[in-house]
């Protein structure tokens, strides 16, 4: 039996196997039209469990201002807390996906700048995955230990206030990253003969 383009066959086995591009192959072939859709999908849920984690749940456990009664309240719920930081990093998978597929997606129209678009969310998608690890941080910072016994109960409580703040500058600068990449894909769209321009120009 010959063996097909990109394919090996190897002592013993039945049937040659096909290289790993087939997968980026089927891939390329989805239409466009596919691609948007899943896109859409995984965008949508990402915002989903993104903004649950980080805003709603998050939102209503943490008090501006006082520490304690922020501590009080994670502490107080902390099967929450955990939803909201797996929520949040459920939103990281997501990210990546719809990321990857907008790639596949705009690379006809201008591989150069689906390319840098990539580069740009993908930092963006490190820094969301930053703001997911320390929004573990405060819970386990004031559920304590024996490598934090020398700090008092208020000090702990101020701790975990400060990763929280940190949190928030983190996922600010991940904000910035997406503004950036939503210029570059609504040039992309823009440019585009299967979207409507309209979707650049609101971008």
Known sequence: MKAQPGSSIEPGDPEPRRGPSQATK???ALSPRFKARMAGV???LEGLTSAGGQVVILGSLVVAGSAATTATNILAHQQLFWLGFASSLMGVAFHLAWAF???ELFKPVNRSISFLALCVILVGCAMQALTSLLYLAPL???QGGSALSAF???QLQDLSLVFLKLNAR???IYLVFFGLWCVLIGFLIFRSTFLPRILGVLL
């Open 101 to 103: 597929l907008f790639y």
């Open 170 to 172: 983190a996922y600010d």
């Open 152 to 154: 008092t109960p208020q």
């Open 42 to 44: 995984f965008q949508f």
């Open 26 to 28: 089927r891939m390329a």
């Open 140 to 142: 386990l910072v004031l």
